[in-house]
C-alpha cells in the first residue's frame, strides 16, 4: 500500500486576489456573485469532480475523504465536488457528526459540495416505504450540504413504455415531495434497467411528472442505443450533467464516443450549470485521468466557442 497523502500538502494558504477569482467556478451559475464591491456574472459552465474518479485512492488509502475537498482544489483547480456512498468509511455512512466534518472542510477549501450519490429508485414501488433507502440517503445528503441525490432508476422490462413511465412516476412524486423537506434534489441518471439506459425514456419520465425536485443526470458513459439523441432528449429537465471518460486516444480524444459531439450538444441546449468529471478508466491512474479528462472538456468547449 501507498503511503497517505500527507495533510500538509492541502494547507497552504491561497491569496486573497487568487481565491477570488478561484471561487467563481464553484458558483450555481444562475447568480450574480459578490466580490469585493463588485457584481461578477458567473460562468455559464463549472467544472466539477465526480469523488468515484479517485476511488483507487480512497481505496488504497492514499487519500482519506475528509481530506478530498482540498486535494481536489490543489490537484485540479476544481471547486465543485461531489462525493459517493461507496467512497465513505461503511461504519461513517450514518454518522451525521462525520457528515457535517465533510461538508466542513469542503467550505474550508472553498468548494461547493454539490451532491450524493447513492443506489437505485424502485420505479414500481407503490409508496414511499420502497424507496425508504433513498429518503435515508437524502438525509445523509442534506447532512453534506448537497443539493442534489444522483440516482439509478429501475423499472420493469414488461409491460408498454407508457406503463412502465407511467409506474415511475408514480413511485417517484412521493420521494420527490419528501425530499422537498430536505431541499434536496432527485438528480436521475441513466442504468439500472434496460428502459432507463434510454435518456428518451428518462425525458418521457420527467415530463410526465414535473416535479422540481426530480431532475436528471445524463451520463454519456451509461446511456445505450442513440447516446447522442438521448443527450439531447435529456437536457431541457437536467440540472447537472456527469462527464463520463473511459479512454484516450493519442491525440487526446475519447476513444470511446464523439466528444465535441457531445459538448455541442449541451452548448446548444439552455443548460447552465456543473460538468462533472467521472473518470472511469484503467489505463490512466486516477490523477492523470482526471487531468487528461479535463483538458479535453475544456478543448471541446473552446470548439464549441465557450
Same mark, same amino acid.
Given at each position: 500500500?501507498?503511503?497517505?497523502?500527507?495533510?500538509?500538502?492541502?494547507?497552504?494558504?491561497?491569496?486573497?486576489?487568487?481565491?477570488?477569482?478561484?471561487?467563481?467556478?464553484?458558483?450555481?451559475?444562475?447568480?450574480?456573485?459578490?466580490?469585493?464591491?463588485?457584481?461578477?456574472?458567473?460562468?455559464?459552465?463549472?467544472?466539477?469532480?465526480?469523488?468515484?474518479?479517485?476511488? @483507487?485512492?480512497?481505496?488504497?488509502?492514499?487519500?482519506?475523504?475528509?481530506?478530498?475537498?482540498?486535494?481536489?482544489?490543489? @490537484?485540479?483547480?476544481?471547486?465543485?465536488?461531489?462525493?459517493?456512498?461507496?467512497?465513505?468509511?461503511?461504519?461513517?455512512?450514518?454518522?451525521?457528526?462525520?457528515?457535517?466534518?465533510?461538508?466542513?472542510? #469542503?467550505?474550508?477549501?472553498?468548494?461547493?459540495?454539490?451532491?450524493?450519490?447513492?443506489?437505485?429508485?424502485?420505479?414500481?414501488?407503490?409508496?414511499?416505504?420502497?424507496?425508504?433507502?433513498? +429518503?435515508? &440517503?437524502?438525509?445523509?445528503?442534506?447532512?453534506?450540504? #448537497?443539493?442534489?441525490?444522483?440516482?439509478?432508476?429501475?423499472?420493469?422490462?414488461?409491460?408498454?413504455?407508457?406503463?412502465?413511465?407511467?409506474?415511475?412516476?408514480?413511485?417517484?412524486?412521493?420521494?420527490?415531495?419528501?425530499? #422537498?423537506?430536505?431541499? +434536496?434534489?432527485?438528480?436521475? @441518471?441513466?442504468?439500472?434497467?434496460?428502459?432507463?439506459?434510454?435518456?428518451?425514456?428518462?425525458?418521457?419520465?420527467?415530463?410526465?411528472?414535473?416535479?422540481?425536485?426530480?431532475?436528471?443526470?445524463?451520463?454519456?458513459?451509461?446511456?445505450?442505443?442513440?447516446?447522442? %439523441?438521448?443527450?439531447?432528449?435529456?437536457?431541457?429537465?437536467?440540472?447537472?450533467?456527469?462527464?463520463?471518460?473511459?479512454?484516450?486516444?493519442?491525440?487526446?480524444?475519447?476513444?470511446?464516443?464523439?466528444?465535441?459531439?457531445?459538448?455541442?450538444?449541451?452548448?446548444?441546449?439552455?443548460?447552465?450549470?456543473?460538468?462533472?468529471?467521472?473518470?472511469?478508466?484503467?489505463?490512466?491512474?486516477? +490523477?492523470?485521468? +482526471?487531468? &487528461?479528462?479535463?483538458?479535453?472538456?475544456?478543448?471541446?468547449?473552446?470548439? %464549441?466557442?465557450?
Amino acid at each position: 500500500m501507498n503511503a497517505p497523502i500527507s495533510r500538509r500538502r492541502f494547507v497552504s494558504n491561497t491569496g486573497a486576489a487568487s481565491l477570488g477569482a478561484s471561487l467563481l467556478p464553484f458558483s450555481s451559475c444562475n447568480k450574480t456573485i459578490k466580490l469585493g464591491e463588485e457584481d461578477i456574472a458567473p460562468p455559464r459552465f463549472v467544472m466539477g469532480l465526480s469523488q468515484y474518479s479517485l476511488r @483507487e485512492l480512497f481505496k488504497s488509502g492514499e487519500l482519506d475523504p475528509l481530506d478530498y475537498p482540498k486535494f481536489t482544489v490543489n @490537484e485540479f483547480g476544481i471547486r465543485a465536488i461531489d462525493y459517493w456512498e461507496g467512497g465513505l468509511p461503511k461504519d461513517k455512512l450514518n454518522d451525521m457528526a462525520y457528515l457535517e466534518q465533510i461538508r466542513g472542510n #469542503a467550505a474550508d477549501a472553498g468548494c461547493d459540495l454539490f451532491l450524493l450519490m447513492t443506489g437505485a429508485v424502485n420505479g414500481a414501488a407503490k409508496d414511499l416505504e420502497g424507496n425508504k433507502n433513498i +429518503v435515508e &440517503a437524502a438525509k445523509r445528503a442534506q447532512a453534506l450540504g #448537497a443539493r442534489y441525490l444522483r440516482v439509478f432508476l429501475w423499472v420493469p422490462d414488461n409491460g408498454t413504455l407508457d406503463e412502465a413511465a407511467s409506474g415511475a412516476v408514480e413511485a417517484l412524486k412521493p420521494i420527490a415531495d419528501e425530499l #422537498a423537506k430536505l431541499d +434536496v434534489k432527485l438528480a436521475i @441518471e441513466p442504468g439500472a434497467s434496460k428502459r432507463t439506459q434510454q435518456g428518451e425514456f428518462l425525458a418521457k419520465i420527467a415530463k410526465g411528472l414535473k416535479h422540481p425536485h426530480c431532475r436528471l443526470m445524463p451520463d454519456n458513459g451509461k446511456l445505450r442505443g442513440d447516446i447522442y %439523441a438521448g443527450t439531447e432528449a435529456m437536457m431541457p429537465h437536467s440540472e447537472v450533467v456527469s462527464c463520463k471518460m473511459h479512454s484516450f486516444d493519442d491525440t487526446g480524444n475519447q476513444s470511446d464516443f464523439d466528444y465535441q459531439k457531445l459538448i455541442n450538444i449541451i452548448v446548444a441546449s439552455k443548460y447552465r450549470g456543473i460538468l462533472a468529471i467521472e473518470w472511469e478508466g484503467k489505463k490512466l491512474k486516477p +490523477v492523470p485521468g +482526471v487531468l &487528461a479528462s479535463k483538458a479535453l472538456i475544456e478543448k471541446s468547449l473552446k470548439a %464549441a466557442g465557450t
